[in-house]
C-alpha cells in the first residue's frame, strides 16, 4: 500500500533562554487514505506535529526528522515558493476556532473563491458557483445568502463549516483538522464531524484528526496515536481503547466523569517521569 | 426549604425593536446543600442566569431568592459575601498583574476579616495548593493552578452558594478530574450549595443531582440525574444532547 504521507523520527525544536526545548521528540507514523487520531492534553506536542508537516514553524523553532515525504517526496527540502504549492492544494489544515482563522473584513464566500482560484484556474464566476456549491455540500441552508456574509454574522458552528469548505474546495489528499469541534456545542460538534467524515470519505483522503477528547477520537477515527511529553507513547486501533496498555491511556480514560458509569471520586492521573523518557512508538 | 429560589425570571438586553430575551420564564429551585446543573448550548440563556442571580445583568424582572432573602435591583453586603461565582476561563478571570495574595487579600479585606494572613494560607491548602504559590502571578501558573486560585478567591468570604459556571471547559481532561474532585470535596467540607452552567452532560452528571435542559432561553425540562442516565426524558430537545453526548461514552 502506498502511503500519502511517511515521517520518520520528527523533531521540532524551539530554543530559549533556558536551553532547546523540544517539542515534539522523534515522533514517527505513516498516514494512508484513512483517518488517524492525534490525542494528548495540552503541551504534548500534538499541534506541533501537524504544523511541521505543513512547515508552518517559523524560526527560531526548528523542525528536522529523518523523513517527512508526502507521497514518497520529501517536504523538508521544498522552497517557501514550492510549500505554497502544497498548502491548501494537497495537504490542508483546519484550525481550532473559526473566529481567529477567517480574515473579519472579507466576505466569506469571497474567501472560499480565493482559496479556489489560488490553485484552480477558473474564472470568478466559475469559482463563486463552485463555492456555492462547496457550501451546500457542508450543508449550509441559503448558501447564497451565507455566500455575502461576513464571519461575525455567522455562528461557530456554521463558520467552522465554512473553514471546511474552504480547506477541502482545493481538493486536498489530506487534511489536518487541529481540534476542529472544540470550540463548538456538543449538539452542533456531531454536525460538524457528521459532515466532516462524509466529505472525507467521499473524497478518499487522509485526515489527521488532532484533538484532547479521548472519546471523540475513538469514535471517529480508525487509528490513535496517543501523545505525552513530545513522544508517542501508544498506538491503538480506535475500536480497542479500552484495551490500552499505557498507564498514561489508561489514566486519560479512567479520569473523564461518565454519564452511563457513575462514580464518587474521579480517578486522578499520577504521572511517572519515566513516561516522557520512553522511546516514542511508531505507528 | 431551598437556598436558590427562581420564579417567572426573565432577562433581556437591548430596548425596542433590538430587544433580546436572553431567558423567558425561568423557574428552578436548589434545596440547602444540593447541586444543580444547567445544561444548554450556547446563547441557551444558561449563563445569563447566573448573571442575574449575581447581579451582573441589570434588566430582569420575576422573583429571585437566595436564602429566603428576595433580591431586588440592589443586593445587601451580606448577599455578596453569601453568594460567588467562579468563571469559565481561569486565564481571563484574574488579574495578570496582582498575585495570587494580592488577589486573595484584595477579597479579604473587602469583607471586612481581620485575620487575613492565616486565611490567605489556609485558603491555598483547601485548594490543594501550598504556601509556595501564594506570591506566585497568574502567568505563573498553569490551567488547572489557575482556576483552583479562582475557586480559592470565590471560597474567601467563606460563602454558602457557589455559581460555577463552566468551571472546567477549558482545561485538559486530567485537569479537569482534579477540579471536579476538588469541587466534590469542598461541597462536603463547607456544605456549600452549587448552581453548575455546563454544556458537558458527563461533568453535570457527575457533580449535580438536578438538571434543567436550556434551549432558547427557555427551561424545557428539569430532571434528576437518575432520568437523565436511564434516558427517562419528555423532551426531544434533551434526548437529542443526552444521545450526541452518549455516542462517545459507549464506545470507551
Known amino acids: 500500500m502506498s502511503n500519502l504521507l511517511d515521517i520518520e523520527n520528527l523533531w521540532v525544536k524551539f530554543p530559549t533562554r533556558n536551553g532547546i526545548f523540544d517539542a515534539v521528540r522523534g515522533v514517527s507514523f505513516s498516514l494512508g487514505k484513512e483517518r488517524l487520531g492525534i490525542v494528548g492534553e495540552s503541551g504534548s506536542g500534538k499541534s506541533m506535529t501537524g504544523r511541521a508537516i505543513l512547515r508552518l514553524i517559523r524560526s527560531p523553532g526548528m523542525v528536522t526528522a529523518d523523513k517527512l515525504d508526502l507521497e514518497g517526496v520529501d517536504l523538508l527540502g521544498r522552497s517557501e515558493k514550492e510549500m505554497r504549492g502544497v498548502r491548501g492544494k494537497q495537504i490542508s489544515m483546519i484550525m481550532q476556532d473559526p473566529k481567529f482563522s477567517l480574515n473579519p473584513v472579507m466576505r466569506v464566500g469571497q474567501q472560499i473563491s480565493e482559496a479556489y482560484r489560488l490553485h484552480a484556474k477558473v474564472s470568478k464566476s466559475e469559482a463563486k458557483r463552485k463555492s456555492i456549491e462547496m457550501l451546500e455540500a457542508v450543508a449550509i441552508r441559503d448558501p447564497e445568502r451565507v455566500y455575502n456574509m461576513y464571519p461575525h454574522e455567522v455562528s461557530g458552528g456554521m463558520g467552522q463549516r465554512i473553514m471546511i469548505a474552504m480547506m477541502l474546495i482545493p481538493d486536498p489528499k489530506i487534511m489536518i483538522a487541529d481540534e476542529p469541534t472544540s470550540a463548538l456545542d456538543v449538539s452542533v460538534q456531531m454536525q460538524v464531524l457528521e459532515i466532516m467524515d462524509k466529505l472525507v470519505k467521499d473524497r478518499g483522503m487522509g485526515l489527521i484528526f488532532i484533538s484532547h477528547d479521548l472519546n471523540l477520537v475513538s469514535s471517529f477515527c480508525d487509528r490513535v496515536l496517543i501523545m505525552y511529553a513530545g513522544r508517542v507513547v501508544e498506538t491503538l486501533a480506535a475500536d480497542k481503547l479500552h484495551e490500552a496498555q499505557h498507564p498514561y491511556t489508561q489514566g486519560l480514560l479512567n479520569s473523564l466523569p461518565r454519564l452511563d458509569a457513575p462514580k464518587d471520586r474521579l480517578q486522578v492521573l499520577q504521572r511517572d517521569p519515566a513516561w516522557a523518557d520512553e522511546p516514542s512508538v511508531s505507528a | ?252
Open chain 2, 1 to 252: 426549604m431551598s437556598e436558590i429560589l427562581i420564579e417567572d425570571l426573565n432577562v433581556w438586553f437591548g430596548e425596542y425593536e433590538e430587544r433580546v430575551d436572553a431567558v423567558k420564564g425561568a423557574s428552578l429551585s436548589v434545596s440547602k446543600g444540593g447541586s444543580f446543573g444547567l445544561v444548554g448550548e450556547s446563547g441557551s440563556g444558561k449563563s445569563t442566569i447566573l448573571r442575574a442571580i449575581m447581579g451582573l445583568a441589570p434588566t430582569w424582572d420575576g422573583r429571585m431568592e437566595v436564602s429566603g432573602e428576595p433580591l431586588g435591583p440592589k443586593r445587601s453586603r451580606t448577599f455578596y459575601r453569601k453568594v460567588q461565582m467562579v468563571f469559565q476561563d481561569p486565564y481571563a478571570s484574574l488579574h495578570p498583574r496582582h498575585s495570587v495574595d494580592q488577589v486573595l487579600s484584595e477579597t479579604l479585606s473587602l469583607h471586612g476579616f481581620k485575620d487575613i494572613d492565616t486565611r490567605i494560607t489556609k485558603l491555598l491548602d483547601d485548594v490543594g495548593l501550598g504556601p509556595s504559590f501564594r506570591f506566585r502571578y497568574p502567568h505563573q501558573l498553569s490551567g488547572g493552578q489557575r482556576q483552583r486560585v479562582a475557586i480559592a478567591r470565590a471560597l474567601a468570604p467563606e460563602p454558602e452558594v457557589l455559581l460555577l459556571d463552566e468551571p472546567t471547559s477549558a482545561l485538559d481532561v486530567s485537569v479537569q478530574a482534579e477540579i471536579l474532585n476538588l469541587l466534590t470535596d469542598l461541597r462536603d467540607e463547607h456544605s456549600l450549595t452549587y448552581l453548575m452552567v455546563s454544556h458537558d452532560l458527563a461533568v453535570v452528571g457527575h457533580i449535580c443531582s438536578d438538571i434543567a435542559v436550556m434551549q432558547l432561553g427557555e427551561i424545557v425540562e428539569t430532571l434528576t440525574i437518575d432520568d437523565m442516565r436511564a434516558m427517562r426524558t419528555q423532551h426531544s430537545y434533551t434526548k437529542h444532547l443526552l444521545e450526541s453526548s452518549l455516542l462517545g461514552a459507549k464506545l470507551a
